[in-house]
RNA sequence: GGCGACGUGGCGAAGUGGGAACGCUGAGGUCUGCAAAACCUCCAUGAGUCGGUUCGAUUCCGACCGUCGCCUCCA
């Protein structure tokens, strides 16, 4: 894939435009993670999923990555749920920034490159809010820093609106429009977490800190920004006009943003319709969870319900069961090369690459992958199998494929660690088909499901997975 | 009030100005001792509604209805 083949959805112009790429062929990308005041939702994954698996597709397709994604550990619900616990601030968010690492390592798509805290970040956060004071783009007032909206000029162009068009929600008595948001907040009673500043104690504003950390780990003017659709205002607006109003230069050339995850409505937790991906996790495997994200495009409302997550399973397993499949022909396999396969399986693979390609379509993408996997079926199936090196080059083509979307686990040798009674049954069911006592060899098949496991009898013998 | 997204078969979900992918479910069949898996066949003359442009629209334009998001914290 060269940059012109890949396109993305540009917030900021919203249209699809070509891949942008660094000076030096590098896309660097800066990702809006969550702040950590409690464990995180399975909406809180959905751009941790789609920005670790471009990262892959690009890098894919020959490109450097650099991927930043923050936490913020700094802010009121932080100081507000810390109370509640008892603990210290920065205690509370040290813990759920751990258990964030740990809940999205389950989902077994890596880390980003970079993932910088807001508190490690404090010298060049104030350093940027000088840069705009001294440009007359920020002004303190009663131990805040403000920013001045009416003096940036491109105020609005990513989120479409008009400074007279909004609503006067957040007065604010020292600001000097409604609109001017907080760069930096003086220390108020029973906040525990704050530093010194130029302007008096306290701690940054929301939006300055990802101004701040995406330009100390990309730089300026860097390819992708992205992050939940929520977050375009004001959250990104402002990120903007900071950077680009302290540094003189464009902050992303593109923003990609992700939809919302519904539970009634979107799921959020100021509103308490969540549920939290470790509770995700525990009841459906970190596969099933990536190929439901998979299954719908990433600039689509996703409702999340049991149902949906069954349907996604057995659809992961469909899959499983051609690797299965291909698995066992190899075993035994022809001494013929079919034409018609390796069509199918090259048709399949140039129309996944250019689903992919197209704004990230995933589920373009997945139904070239089972059109791909209807085709390894079929000439599995007969006796009249593929020879060895075809069966082994189509095997290697679907797992690429599958570790492309994240879904490498069902590639997966099926592991051999079935447990000894289980074995146990297994053999003697054997023994009871050998003899033809079918009453038997039914009765321990019961038994081996009640065990959790599932046998299949093909024409190689029993074939034993988990259920 | 302002801005924006979306409405496709029983369910989920893509592409597309001229045959409506793919997955799940369902029906029939093949294989199997029986299952399971897999394979074969079938399942939207119609794409929220109503208009318009066009030789032709699900795809473009408009109106209306409906769902949702942002405008306050938010992935």
Known sequence: MTPSDIRLHNTLSRSKEPLPTGPDGTVRMYVCGPTVYGPIHVGNAR???????????????????????????????????????????????ERYGREYVADTDRLGLGRPDVEPRVTDAIPEIVDMIARLVDRGLAYAAGGDVYFRVREFPGYGALSGRRLEEMLDTDPGPAKEHHLDFALWKGRKDGEDTFWDSP????????????????????????????????????????????????????????????????????????????????????????????????????????????????????????????????????????????????????????????????????????????????????????????SEGQLQSVRTELATMLDLLGLGALAAPPGDDVPADVAALVEARAAARAARDFAESDRLRDAIRDLGYEVRDTPDGQQVGPR
């Not at 471009?54 to 991927?67: C, D, E, M």
């Not at 373009?364 to 007969?382: C, I, Q, R, T």
């Open 47 to 93: 751009p941790f999923v789609l920005f670790s698996l471009l990262k892959r597709f690009l890098q894919h397709s020959g490109y450097r990555v650099v991927l930043a994604s923050n936490l913020t550990d700094v802010n009121d619900k932080i100081y507000a749920a810390a109370a509640r616990e008892g603990v210290p601030s920065a205690e509370l968010a």
């Open 199 to 386: 302007w008096g104690p306290g701690r940054p504003g929301w939006h300055i800190e990802c101004s701040a950390m995406a330009h100390a780990a990309l730089g300026t003017d860097f390819e992708i920004h992205g992050g939940g659709i929520d977050l375009v205002f004001p959250h990104h607006e402002n990120e903007i006009a900071q950077s680009e109003g302290a540094d003189g230069c464009r902050m992303a050339k593109l923003w990609v943003h992700n939809e919302m995850l519904e539970l009634g409505g979107k799921m959020s937790k100021s509103d308490g319709n969540i549920v939290l991906l470790r509770d995700a996790l525990a009841e459906w495997p970190a596969e099933v969870l990536v190929m439901f994200f998979l299954r719908s495009h990433y600039r689509s409302k996703l409702p999340y319900g049991h149902d949906a997550l069954a349907e996604s399973a057995r659809a992961a397993e469909r899959i499983r069961n051609t690797v299965r499949g291909l698995d066992r022909a190899l075993a035994a396999p022809g001494d013929q090369l079919r034409p018609a396969l390796a069509r199918s399986v090259a048709e399949a693979r140039a129309k996944f690459a250019e689903a992919l390609a197209d704004d990230f379509n995933t589920p373009g993408a997945l139904a070239a992958l089972f059109e791909a996997v209807a085709a390894v079926n079929a000439a599995v199936d007969g006796a009249d199998r593929p």
